[in-house]
């Protein structure tokens, strides 16, 4: 039977991630009509689910309670200022929360994490070869004229530098966009990143914030002072800043392994998002690796029924496989 006609179970914790749905300089392209399809969203979601933060729906999932309907959770990771100006606004006005998850070092002083620069870089050049070196290996990458052309070429290097990510990667990248002229950006005249005021304003609206690292490293390539500098001290640092205890952690493009899980535990979060696909189950799931549910990434004519089914097929199908 398909799932879209099986019951989705009640004790559970379905997570549908998002990074944000206006346009950045890693997606410069993102469809003008998000908002309004994502205002759907909400609005069909909380018909069927108990809309909830990370932290309460893993608090409530790890209870005995009883639930009248499966939780779920609406996350944003990275901090970027369309979290406070866009996403907040809506789902404010649908009587929603969700939890967003920052990036310190982006939050504190406004800077683009390494891939948005790179977005920059690649979306900003004026076509022709990108070359450098990682590690020992040399790489070219023709940028085509037409920039709606250099799409596939973007997530092609970022898969590629984080496939192989090591600390240099953000200089890698600065040094590049200086050797082809292109500056940097002017957060006067468009702020990208979410400021401490805006995200003060979110927990005083009742959202969520959670630690997405320091820099967004590739969390499993780090030494052991490495993990407790971007998993610990990013929490210590953020609970200071915002005079707000943080309790969940989400793991940097979503890698994570047994070393990353335990620095998670051993900071004092509660529990922890994975990139891992599925729900969360009562007594059957792992809090420092909770699954997410698939996004339909077409946000046309079928969205957002089509990422809905996703969000219950996600459910019924981690029923069955328990």
Known sequence: MSPLFRRAPRAALAILGFHNITPVPSQPFLSPDFPRRFRRLLRLAKKR???????EGQRRLASDERLERPLLAFIFDDGYADMHGTIMPLMRAEGLVGTSYVVLDSLERGSLPWYEELG???????????????????LTYEIPENRHDRVEVFWTITRKLKQDFHPGVPGLVAELKR????GDHAAE?????????????LLAAGFELGSHSIS???LPS???DGLRH?????????????????RSFCYPNGDNDQRCQEAVARA?????VSMACGANLRGAHDRFRLKRAAMSEDIRALWPWHTLYRVHASLVEEAAAG
């Open 49 to 55: 689910y108990e809309v909830v933060t990370v932290a």
């Open 120 to 138: 920059r870089l690649v979306y900003g050049m004026k076509g022709g070869r990108l070359e450098f070196a990682l590690g020992d290996e040399a």
């Open 179 to 182: 050797h082809h002229g292109v």
């Open 189 to 201: 005249n468009r702020a990208l990143m979410m400021t401490v005021a805006q995200a003060r304003e």
């Open 216 to 218: 967004h490293p590739i």
């Open 222 to 224: 780090l030494d052991e």
């Open 230 to 246: 971007e998993i610990g001290d990013s929490r210590q640092r953020l609970e200071e800043l915002l005079d707000h205890e943080v």
């Open 268 to 272: 004092g979060y509660d529990c922890a």
